[in-house]
Nanobody, 126 residues
Framework: EVQLVESGGGLVQAGGSLRLSCAASGFTFDDHAITWFRQAPGKEREGVSSIMNSDGSTYYTDSVKGRFTISSDNARNTVYLQMNSLKPEDTAVYYC???????????????????WGQGTQVTVSS
């Protein structure tokens, strides 16, 4: 059974930092891409950052470039999202998702996800 478990969310002031974790099980971690999505109240879900575990390639949406860093610990089957310089507009429920790391990931890292975690709330106060 595939499981993705997020943790690390919380309340932080603007300018602060949080590190999210996504612990994965039930599939071959090295063959998959793991992506962080977020959804704010009243808004559509958006892709934030993605990592291809097979080669370490990463991708970020423009709004988080230079502030967020995604990394993967293949020995622990865990993906991290280090979030620095947080802004109130980063407030959302953050989800991690997994898909097989096919070549289509390089065309659209935020497409084709079928396994999802339960989410963790991130709230940034101004």
């Amino acid at each position: 059974e595939v499981q993705l478990v997020e943790s690390g969310g919380g309340l932080v002031q603007a300018g602060g930092s949080l590190r999210l974790s996504c612990a994965a099980s039930g599939f071959t971690f090295d063959d998959h891409a793991i992506t962080w999505f977020r959804q704010a109240p009243g808004k559509e879900r958006e892709g934030v950052s993605s990592i291809m575990n097979s080669d370490g390639s990463t991708y970020y949406t423009d709004s988080v470039k230079g502030r967020f860093t995604i990394s993967s610990d293949n020995a622990r089957n865990t993906v991290y999202l280090q979030m620095n310089s947080l802004k109130p507009e980063d407030t959302a429920v953050y989800y991690c998702a997994a898909r097989v790391g096919l070549s289509s990931w390089y065309e659209d890292p935020f497409w084709g996800y079928y396994d999802w975690g339960q989410g963790t709330q991130v709230t940034v106060s101004s």
